[in-house]
T-cell receptor, first 116, second 113 residues
């Protein structure tokens, strides 16, 4: 069975600090997909990134970067120079390719608060 | 707006009443998902459609829940004889193909009193 663990329930930082959100996953599949979503107070889940299990290249998009390490089953997310607008709940999710439905299994989320 | 649309955004109902939610996915997406999210938790999978076929239902989806996607377009999720434990955010998502990113609607927040 697939599982996603986000050990950090809440993180509070001061604006301009860097912050890393941890994600550890479990799966028996060799082919799978990993995702990060942002859920601001408005409630809508906003897609941030998708990685497939064969692509371990780290990715940077502006102030966001992702570190995928299969050896430790981790897919961590770093925000550089955080801003107040980054305040939200962030979810890591896993989708297995073994079945046909590609449903997402989410972690419990990390509430990030960026204080001015 | 070409994103996933859900209606209503909020619903308050008395215990025992039936409620129905609607989801309009992104038009070219053939996969549609329903999830449920309770306070402090991540979304949990409820059911999945590929076109008009409902291909999987979670054990979370009791007999009081039914979902349809006629003609492979919009979808409805009905809850009969609502219970207080049904209070949650119901999220709809759609994707273009398996493994692709899913795009979510803003959700319907159900409160059963």
């Amino acid at each position: 069975a697939q599982k996603v663990t986000q050990a950090q329930t809440e993180i509070s930082v001061v604006e301009k600090e860097d912050v890393t959100l941890d994600c550890v996953y479990e799966t028996r599949d060799t082919t799978y997909y990993l995702f990060w979503y942002k859920q601001p107070p408005s409630g809508e889940l906003v897609f941030l990134i998708r990685r497939n299990s064969f692509d371990e290249q780290n990715e940077i998009s502006g102030r966001y970067s992702w570190n995928f390490q299969k050896s430790t089953s981790s897919f961590n997310f770093t925000i550089t120079a955080s801003q107040v607008v980054d305040s939200a709940v962030y979810f890591c999710a896993l989708s297995e390719a073994g079945g046909s439905n590609y449903k997402l299994t989410f972690g419990k989320g990390t509430l990030l608060t960026v204080n001015p | 707006d070409t994103g996933v649309s859900q209606d209503p955004r909020h619903k308050i109902t008395k215990r025992g009443q039936n409620v129905t939610f609607r989801c309009d996915p992104i038009s070219e997406h053939n996969r549609l998902y329903w999830y449920r999210q309770t306070l402090g938790q991540g979304p949990e999978f409820l059911t999945y459609f590929q076109n008009e076929a409902q291909l999987e239902k979670s054990r979370l989806l009791s007999d009081r829940f039914s979902a349809e996607r006629p003609k492979g377009s919009f979808s409805t999720l009905e809850i009969q004889r609502t219970e207080q434990g049904d209070s949650a955010m119901y999220l709809c998502a759609s994707s273009l193909r398996g493994g692709a990113e899913a795009f979510f609607g803003q959700g319907t927040r159900l409160t059963v009193v």
